[in-house]
């Protein structure tokens, strides 16, 4: 079954930190993405990216940054935190484009910015 | 660009009775469908998905969709709720050889009433 591990469940950070939020996934997968879940609106794409060291924006890639220096490596970057990015963090990975692969999901990480 | 419509944020049936969560796609090129499950606090779980194959999908623990072309529907359906189908349900388009992720309606939460 393909991994996807996100290092914190729940987080805690202060207005103003550099905070980093960590994915792995143990499958080999090409693409990665980045997505925020909040009351109502569904799932909204971060940043995305389908290579080493590629990366695109999503829907709402203000105020974020990704790294991805390894294929199984996936970092979202908050480089200033503000309050209005409390939210819960998910992260997937899939198998290629092409539409038939699936994107298999984290647990989350539900960031809390004081 | 594709989207997708979920009808109805919030469906409550009664446990034996049938589950019906409304999916409608817009997409100008052959879709490809998805129905995601996400229990409390846990990321996504692939229900079932749609390729072309056939238009009656069956997914895990009993829930099935059908596509409708003439309809652009893709609705999920349970013949009879289990108390543990409680969760929120996500539907999600990609286009036919698009390489493009996944595009997610906002999510329908089922509750199951003893």
């Known amino acids: 079954d393909v991994k996807v591990t996100q290092s914190s469940r729940y987080l805690v950070k202060r207005t103003g930190e550099k905070v980093f939020l960590e994915c792995v996934q143990d499958m080999d997968h090409e693409n990665m993405f980045w997505y925020r879940q909040d009351p109502g609106l569904g799932l909204r794409l971060i940043y995305f990216s389908y290579d080493v060291k590629m990366k695109e924006k999503g829907d709402i890639p203000e105020g974020y940054s990704v790294s991805r220096e390894k294929k199984e490596r996936f970092s979202l970057i908050l480089e200033s935190a503000s309050t209005n990015q409390t939210s819960m963090y998910l992260c997937a990975s899939s198998l290629g484009f092409g539409g038939q692969q699936p994107q298999h999901f984290g647990d989350g990480t539900r960031l809390s910015i004081l | 660009a594709q989207s997708v419509t979920q009808l109805g944020s919030h469906v409550s049936v009664s446990e034996g009775a049938l589950v019906l969560l409304r999916c409608n796609y817009s997409?100008?090129?052959?879709?490809?469908l998805f129905w995601y499950v996400q229990y409390p606090n846990q990321g996504l779980q692939l229900l079932l998905k749609?390729?072309?194959?056939?238009?009656l999908v069956k997914g895990i623990n009993g829930f099935e969709a059908e596509f409708k072309k003439s309809e652009t529907s893709f609705h999920l359906t349970k013949p009879s709720a289990h108390m543990s189908d409680a969760a929120e349900y996500f539907c999600?388009?990609?286009?036919?050889?698009?390489?493009?992720?996944?595009?997610f309606g906002k999510g329908t939460r089922l509750s199951v009433i003893a």
């Open positions: 749609y390729t072309s194959a056939a238009t």
């Open positions: 997409s100008s090129v052959p879709p490809y």
């Open positions: 999600a388009v990609i286009t036919f050889g698009g390489n493009t992720p996944l595009v």
